[in-house]
């Protein structure tokens, strides 16, 4: 059964902005930034002075530039003691917002009490040039300062002045009239930026063995193993069977390791001595630049590397001895996989680590992120609230970030952003973020809380079409689910070779290594949330950084925790899926039932039809399946998919399990909370438990057919397979398969509503239940 459509307020939102894709227009602007709205500023670059006089008794200046259009008043940083100051800096005005008609720009000498003027610069705006890229940038022009007279005075400054849109180079470093309110180092952390994340290498230890260890007691037995530390991965083999001094393993241990590499990697030959105690007999530092580097399967060559042992002289100093004792490796870094840093559902980027393995873009994604409206207050400023919205997108190895709109629950960021796009089957990730650095709050003590986010899969967009809709920001508190905003976004998918793309999904949706040398589902976990952290830790030393919590939540990093909601949501899609076999399987009972008779009367033709002439089965199911295509393209969906609350279960799940899901790993919950949820969680398991019971009971009913453990049923069913061999082989298959589908659909008058009688044989045979303790 179909569920209802959402409710209006969850609902994604087709919107028509005033975007240059698709319109025809001799602006430059609508064939390169089309996917946005454009946004008119006013721009002042200021670029250097000359020849200021001085102005206080030692006869210097401190100069610094004061751009001022009506109430708006940007200022550079000072110089002590120069005349001639470099400074290089752009100021935006939003257009919109301009409510003067002439541009001051005014060049001041930094005091104590008041700063001096040195002398001015006017602009009528209705005199602006405009700029549109790409354009080369306007060239700035010296002019002479004016004092308030009007009279020129000594000095000169170096100013280009023009009109433009958010398409400006100049536009994401620019000092901005909008985030006016916002000064020292608030200013880096609310600029647009673009990150890439680091790429990402397999490390392969495969350890053989070691010789001539030299345990301190020499009377024991050692058991041995090797310990390896990468940064802040740490991984041990397990302890050596061979018990001697020339222990083997031949045991593999991946890493996951960031280019450039900053960490060696160290080995620790260790014999295991006591309870919790261990005994290091040699150690072995690997830098990783060294390290073979392949591309395939083939075997990569092993080392020996010598073992060396700090030992302590004099209880102070620490001296190194090598001695004979050694460790043959086969180490590599593994190019031919692709290193999965997010979940596997959500990926972005399928492609392997090394560059030469890449196949060609099959097209290119475009996204405008314009706007958002109806954001809630995320904090509190002056006792109101405030958001300082901003938006990152995630696709492939490439972030980007939006600027910062200070103080704003209808941010317009009319930003456009595009990827290359190497595999159709990926998905894009918008996250809307509240920047809580903006205001002083540089210092890493605030977060930048979440607003909600958006993902898009690419293989659900019609190429070449541009998608214009507002999608509903919903996020899960721990009270239920909350829309917190919607966000207007502008997706167009591109593809520059349809036939690549058609082939695309004839390919292994990864690298091949992944296919020749698997590795475990335990491993790939493990090492996903390695990549995760290391991705994490890289992009949160930027500048402006792109902070812990905002690449955890891009990455779904708690997507495996346990949350009874989310089970609850996958078991009614696993429900969702069998429905069609479950409305087969209705249907197919009321033809055998006889409640529509005409109908029972077809199937009874056609099934004729089919077993006189097999050869017109496939056929028949393909022309079936086709017409079924053809008939639900008329219903296809017309717009992307977006996040779903009763598909999640987010809209009616119950408050303790928000609660349970929103927990800490390990609990933070009080002890009878704790005992509730795992008396609950014991329930629910105990009925998976018997589910799988019964299941490996019916396994164990079909091995006991021919096995014996009941003699007379196994007697019974031998007996029967001769005779029916006996028949098969003297009867045409078609009369047998005629007789029997006659015999199933059969009329109600011939059938009793006792089981049959293979069902009561089969429900008869003993299962291995009977030797469970």
Request: aromatic share 12%; hydrophobic share 40%.
């Given at each position: 059964m179909q569920k209802p459509p959402q409710a209006v307020d969850f609902a994604l939102k087709e919107t028509s902005p005033k975007i240059g894709a698709g319109s025809v227009t001799g602006d430059k602007l609508s064939c390169t930034y089309d996917l946005v709205e454009q946004m008119q500023y006013l721009y002042v670059r200021v670029v250097k002075a000359k020849d200021l006089p001085g102005k206080d008794v030692t006869g210097s200046c401190d100069p610094y530039v004061e751009v001022k259009l009506g109430n708006y008043k940007g200022t550079t940083k000072h110089f002590e003691k120069k005349s001639?100051?470099?400074?290089?800096?752009?100021?935006?005005?939003?257009?919109?917002?301009?409510?003067?008609?002439?541009?001051?720009?005014?060049?001041?000498?930094?005091?104590?009490?008041?700063?001096?003027?040195?002398?001015?610069?006017?602009?009528d705006?209705?005199?602006?040039?405009?700029?549109?890229?790409?354009?080369?940038?306007?060239?700035?022009?010296?002019?002479?300062?004016?004092?308030?007279?009007?009279?020129?005075?000594?000095?000169?400054?170096?100013?280009?002045?023009?009109?433009?849109?958010?398409?400006?180079?100049?536009?994401?470093?620019?000092?901005?009239?909008?985030?006016?309110?916002?000064?020292?180092?608030?200013?880096?952390?609310?600029?647009?930026k673009v990150y890439l994340s680091p790429k990402l290498w397999y490390v392969r230890v495969n350890i053989i063995e070691a010789q001539d260890l030299l345990p301190s007691d020499k009377s024991r037995f050692p058991e041995v193993f090797v310990k390896a530390i990468l940064g802040n991965q740490a991984l041990r083999t397990r302890t050596s069977i061979s018990k001697t001094i020339n222990p083997m393993w031949n045991e593999d241990l991946m890493f996951v390791v960031a280019d450039p590499f900053e960490e060696p990697l160290i080995l620790s030959v260790e014999d295991r001595v006591g309870q919790n105690k261990d005994e290091v007999l040699g150690k072995c530092l690997i830098p990783l630049p060294m390290v073979q580097r392949r591309l395939d399967h083939k075997p990569v060559n092993s080392r020996w590397f010598n073992l060396e042992k700090n030992v302590i002289v004099d209880g102070e100093h620490k001296k190194e001895i090598k001695f004979a004792s050694r460790i043959h490796l086969r180490i590599c870094l593994e190019g031919g996989y692709h290193v999965l840093d997010e979940s596997t559902h959500y990926s972005s980027d399928l492609r392997p680590t090394a560059k030469q393995l890449w196949k060609s873009s099959i097209g290119i994604l475009e996204v405008g992120i314009l706007s958002a409206h109806g954001l809630m207050p995320m904090?509190?400023?002056?006792?109101?609230?405030?958001?300082?919205?901003?938006?990152?997108?995630?696709?492939?190895?490439?972030?980007?970030r939006t600027r910062t709109i200070v103080d704003s629950f209808m941010p317009r960021w009319n930003e456009q952003y595009t990827w290359e796009v190497f595999d159709p089957c990926t998905v894009i990730t918008i996250g809307v973020f509240d920047n809580g650095h903006v205001h002083g709050g540089g210092g890493g003590g605030g977060k930048d809380s979440r607003i909600g986010k958006v993902r898009i899969r690419l293989s659900t967009l019609e190429a070449d079409r541009v998608y214009t809709h507002s999608y509903p920001l919903l996020v899960l508190h721990p009270s239920g689910v909350k829309k917190t905003g919607e966000i207007q976004l502008a997706v167009r998918f591109t593809c520059s070779s349809l036939i690549n793309m058609l082939h695309m999904y004839s390919h292994p949706l990864l690298p091949k290594m992944h296919y020749i040398h698997p590795l475990s589902v335990i491993q790939l976990d493990s090492l996903r949330h390695q990549a995760m952290q290391i991705v994490s830790m890289r992009l949160s030393r930027a500048e402006p950084p792109l902070r812990k919590e905002i690449v955890e939540y891009m990455l779904d990093v708690d997507s495996h925790m346990w949350s009874m909601r989310r089970s609850k949501a996958n078991f009614f899609r696993i429900m969702g899926v069998l429905s069609g076999l479950i409305a087969v399987g209705k249907w197919f009972d009321q033809i055998?039932?006889?409640?529509?008779?005409?109908t029972s009367i077809l199937i009874h033709i056609l099934f004729i039809i089919l077993v006189l002439y097999p050869e017109l089965?496939?056929?028949?199911?393909?022309?079936?399946?086709?017409?079924?295509?053809?008939?639900?393209?008329?219903?296809?969906?017309?717009?992307p998919p977006h996040m779903d609350t009763r598909l999640?279960?987010?809209?009616?799940?119950?408050?303790?399990?928000?609660?349970?899901?929103?927990?800490?790993?390990?609990?933070?919950?009080?002890?009878?909370?704790?005992?509730?949820?795992?008396?609950?969680?014991?329930?629910?398991?105990?009925?998976?438990?018997?589910?799988?019971?019964?299941?490996?009971?019916?396994?164990?009913?079909?091995?006991?057919?021919?096995?014996?453990?009941?003699?007379?049923?196994?007697?019974?069913?031998?007996?029967?397979?001769?005779?029916?061999?006996?028949?098969?082989?003297?009867?045409?298959?078609?009369?047998?398969?005629?007789?029997?589908?006659?015999?199933?659909?059969?009329?109600?008058?011939?059938?009793?509503?006792?089981?049959?009688?293979?069902?009561?044989?089969?429900?008869?045979?003993?299962?291995?239940?009977?030797?469970?303790?």
């Open positions: 001639n100051p470099e400074w290089n800096q752009v100021f935006a005005f939003s257009k919109e917002r301009i409510q003067a008609s002439v541009l001051e720009v005014y060049v001041k000498d930094k005091d104590v009490v008041i700063d001096d003027l040195i002398g001015r610069a006017m602009f705006l209705n005199e602006v040039p405009k700029r549109i890229p790409p354009d080369s940038p306007l060239a700035p022009q010296w002019y002479r300062l004016e004092d308030r007279k009007g009279d020129k005075v000594k000095g000169e400054l170096m100013l280009a002045v023009w009109m433009g849109t958010q398409a400006d180079e100049a536009f994401p470093d620019a000092w901005h009239s909008d985030a006016a309110t916002v000064g020292g180092n608030g200013v880096t952390h609310i600029r647009s904090k509190t400023k002056d006792g109101r609230g405030t958001t300082d919205a901003y938006c990152v997108a995630k696709y492939g190895q490439k972030w980007v055998c039932n006889w409640k529509n008779p005409l089965i496939l056929p028949t199911v393909f022309l079936y399946l086709f017409l079924i295509g053809i008939w639900n393209f008329r219903w296809r969906a017309r717009h999640s279960h987010a809209d009616a799940a119950h408050p303790d399990e928000l609660d349970e899901e929103f927990d800490t790993f390990p609990t933070s919950r009080s002890s009878d909370i704790v005992r509730m949820r795992y008396d609950r969680l014991r329930s629910i398991a105990g009925r998976v438990q018997t589910v799988i019971g019964d299941l490996a009971s019916q396994g164990e009913r079909f091995q006991s057919l021919l096995s014996w453990r009941d003699p007379r049923a196994t007697t019974l069913f031998v007996t029967f397979c001769l005779i029916a061999a006996l028949v098969l082989y003297v009867t045409p298959f078609q009369v047998i398969a005629l007789l029997s589908g006659f015999y199933v659909l059969r009329h109600p008058r011939f059938r009793h509503k006792l089981p049959s009688v293979p069902l009561n044989f089969f429900r008869r045979l003993p299962a291995r239940s009977d030797s469970m303790l």
